[in-house]
């Protein structure tokens, strides 16, 4: 196990009064995504655990409300270098390894966590290196097309592989995106798993008769299309909010369904707590916070029957066939019509959406982090 760097790095307090040092984590972020929020929550629940953060951001610049919030927390140095699917071609992140060494160097870095395989690929640290796989566009083509990686596209392919390869640990949030990592990859050292967690919801709004989803809908992995031709063969009106179109000239049009166009995430939430019924048809998920948010906020789920939510929502949605929008209208009307079978499944829901909380991602990081810190400590623990 590689040495931790402990240069020049400071102390707080601990609860008991003794002086301890502060750990120095660099994670790499985007703005677009879910990555986003999966790092300032969880720099928010461990930096009173002794630890703090230099964000390194890549791909389209952050808002201004970003910049604050990743602040609160650490330091956020960002690179005009693509996200890598974004990227046109594999020489534009050539820069990485280089880009990810220097912060390392001048930082005084212990640990550092990568939120896309890829990133990891080319480096050659003396610290512990965590990659965390939320999605990639391997797994996506496996899951959406059902097929492999484009041949122009095998560059993906190379460097994710080459970025497990160096890794310590690689965590994926479900046994679902776990197994498709292996089936896509072949065997991955050090791959385990942590659930995403979310902030409770507070469901105290009246449910009214509508059906809402939320998602990028131009990414076909989020199956709009069969969603949107199920609307008109529902009993209660569908409604959909989230972005058509995407950074790289995707776009989905939404016909039939009331659509909302893109909205904060507060907006998108209050939509979830008023509705009985939020649905997602995704064909990929590597987890899915649309649903825990959902179950949290008190609706009974409909969700597309796919590896990812069979594991995390069983005994608490129903299921359609992801492809099938006469199944999905079918799903949706058998809870609007039965108010017994949509109030045990909200319950359930609720209740299944306790067990992925902020504290428990947290807790399971924290633990990975100081087994790559103090690798003696933690067998012995």
């Known amino acids: 196990m590689r040495a931790p760097n402990t240069a020049n790095e400071p102390t707080i307090a601990s609860p008991d009064g003794a002086a301890r040092r502060s750990l120095h984590i ?13 790092a300032m929550d969880l720099a928010a629940s461990l930096g009173a655990a002794g630890y703090r953060f230099t964000f390194a951001g890549f791909g389209p ?27 046109e071609k594999e020489a534009d992140l050539d820069v990485v390894p280089a880009i990810l060494s220097d912060l390392v160097r001048e930082r005084g870095i212990e640990l550092v966590h990568l939120n896309l395989p ?60 776990a197994d498709m990592l292996r089936k896509s990859y072949g065997h991955i050292d050090g791959l385990g798993v942590v659930y995403n967690g979310t902030k409770p919801v507070e469901a105290s709004a009246p449910k009214e008769n509508q059906v809402f989803s939320a998602g990028r809908w131009w990414d076909d992995g989020k199956n709009g299309a069969v969603l949107d031709a199920a609307a008109p063969h529902t009993v209660w009106p569908v409604i959909m909010a989230g972005s058509q179109r995407g950074p790289n000239g995707q776009y989905r049009d939404l016909l039939h369904a009331r ?16 509705s009985a019924i939020v649905a997602s048809p995704s064909l990929y998920e590597p ?32 299921f359609a ?15 609007a019509n039965d108010d017994l079978l949509r109030g045990e499944l909200a319950r359930n829901a609720r209740e299944r959406s306790t067990r992925f909380t902020l504290e428990a991602q947290a807790v399971a990081m924290q633990s990975i982090y100081q087994h790559l810190l103090h690798p003696v400590a933690a067998m012995e623990a």
Do not use: K
Request: with cysteine; proline share 6%.
């Open 26 to 38: 660099l994670i790499s972020v985007d703005a677009v995504g879910g990555v986003w929020r999966y």
């Open 118 to 177: 890829s990133q990891a690929c080319g480096l050659t640290l003396d610290i512990p290196v965590l990659v965390v796989s939320h999605s990639c566009v391997v797994t996506w083509f496996a899951g959406v097309r059902q097929s492999e990686v484009p041949a122009d596209w095998m560059w993906q392919y190379r460097l994710n592989r080459a970025g497990f390869d160096v890794a310590d640990v690689v965590v994926a949030p479900s046994h679902a995106h």
């Open 61 to 87: 610049q952050p808002s201004a409300a970003q910049r604050s919030e990743a602040e609160r927390f650490g330091e956020l140095v960002w690179f005009d270098v693509p996200l890598d699917w974004t990227a």
């Open 287 to 318: 987890f899915g916070l649309a649903p825990l948010e959902a179950a949290q906020a008190g609706a009974a789920l409909v969700l597309a029957d796919i590896p990812t939510y069979r594991e995390l929502w069983d005994g608490a949605a129903v």
């Open 321 to 335: 066939p992801a492809n099938d929008a006469e199944a999905f209208a079918a799903a949706i009307n058998r809870l």
């Open 259 to 274: 659509y909302l166009g893109e909205l904060p995430h507060g907006e998108i939430m209050g939509w979830m707590t008023r």
